[in-house]
């Protein structure tokens, strides 16, 4: 039987303008947490931790800030 074909979604996009002056440069999921990780690596790191390799981050907001 093959493997379900699933695949995970995170919701990356948002002003956040509630955590400025920390979003004023970057998207909120690029926020830095604990001086090495971002908020974003959470639910990327939940996904793969629950088995699932196809990972979609659905963006608008300053979407640069979260490359790396």
Do not use: C, W
Request: glycine share 8%; hydrophobic share 45%; net charge positive.
């Amino acid at each position: 039987m093959a493997p379900p074909k699933v695949f995970g979604i995170v919701l990356a996009g948002g002003e956040g303008k509630r955590l400025m002056p920390l979003t004023a440069d970057r998207a909120k999921p690029a926020v830095p947490f604990a001086g090495q990780y971002r908020l974003i690596d959470f639910a990327i790191s939940n996904l793969i931790n629950s088995s699932l390799r196809q990972i979609v981050v659905l963006t608008q907001y300053k979407s640069h800030s979260l490359d790396r």
